[in-house]
């Protein structure tokens, strides 16, 4: 039955994940994270049974063999472990107050970014505040452009809460009140985008520099009340928003529903690409060979310059439908990263893209020290694309982002700090010597 089967290789791709784990000698590696995620997926379609259609073989075999193969090249460029005997980076004075600068910044433009995403806000009294704000968030939509100077400022929240991590390092309750501050700064400015997923992705990004800190060990590193208190609040989120105009259904039946809903975002893209698979003429994907992928590189690297993309190519998703007969016509956005470079011909040639990017990210991984806070940072941003692959191809059609977050943490870290050292010195009046 294909659900024993998912678990099946859901139990190799488990197995696949420890190796990493073992040979890596560190929790964070990204084939730790991508084998890990979707060994979960694999388990949590089995658990469910029948609450989702049921898929065939080769779809099961096409969502492990993905992961599988970036395994194998992330360990073709994986090195033996080496204890890291460098320093952690201990954030210095100009670090911490550049972090403080910056959380001012954004709290001053908090309410001029409310205002620009999500406008008018409905007092309805049957819906909750949290709703409002996502219905008229998604209701502006369509008035609020990628290139406005407000729209920039949520990677600097999103980067905000991690270098704050790296800068109080050894400062406890300080840095535990600002770090909250600005983690609390990060969810909003992403709420406020439209999208729910800024709460799952800032806590792996999170943990993953948590990891960093704790020498790649996850115990002792503190990111499991972390990612438990993300699940929560997304969990929340999800009843809130999704099901506050449920009328005659008592509240257990509503959080039930919001399970559901956390199962059918993980379990979907199955189903989903089991679609695609035996109906491929009903999506518009062409080109549909190798090359699609860098279309969509070159796009994103335009559109970081307000160009005119390449070719017109449709969205990374797949489709509105329905994942299962339990779902009583709800349907869902499903994402797939593997949906973005199947080509129908020949199903199992894109397997040269993961395994070229596990040895990319393995390679930096293996730069991403504690010692070394841009390539730290940068890696903790890449890896959520890993940990929620499940949503969608977050790497190469993200370029851009990727991009723009890296010159992000150079201003945080390095520009700013260095600014603020000048200002200081310029500022400060020359020492009188004393007399003899």
Known sequence: MVYDFALFCALILAGLAWASMRVTGRADSPATLLCGIWALILTLYWLAGDLFYPVDVATIVLLALAPAAFFIGSMVNARPVVPDLSAPALGNAYLRAGVILWALILLACLPAY???FAGEVSEDSQINFIAAIRLATLQNEGDVTDFSPLK????????LPLVSLVAFHGQKLKGTLVTLVAMLLAICYGLLTGSKSVVPSLAVSFCIVLIAKNNGRLRGSGTLPILAGAVLGFLALIRYVNYTFAEDTNEWELWVAAVQGITSYLCAPITGLNFYLNSPEAFDLSPQQLSRPLYYM????LHLFDRPPLMELPSMHLKFFNPGADFRGLDYNTYTYLGTYIDSTNPYLFLVIPFGLGMLLTHLNR??????????????YVARALALSFGGEMLIMDIANIIKFAVVIWVMTSLTPGLIAKALRWFRLPSVAKPA
Do not use: D, I
């Not at 920039?152 to 980067?159: G, R």
């Open 114 to 116: 409310f205002e620009h």
């Open 298 to 301: 070159a796009n994103s690297l």
């Open 367 to 380: 730069l991403a020290k504690p010692g070394t806070v841009f390539t730290l940072l940068l890696y903790a």
């Open 152 to 159: 920039n400022l949520q990677p600097f929240s999103y980067a």
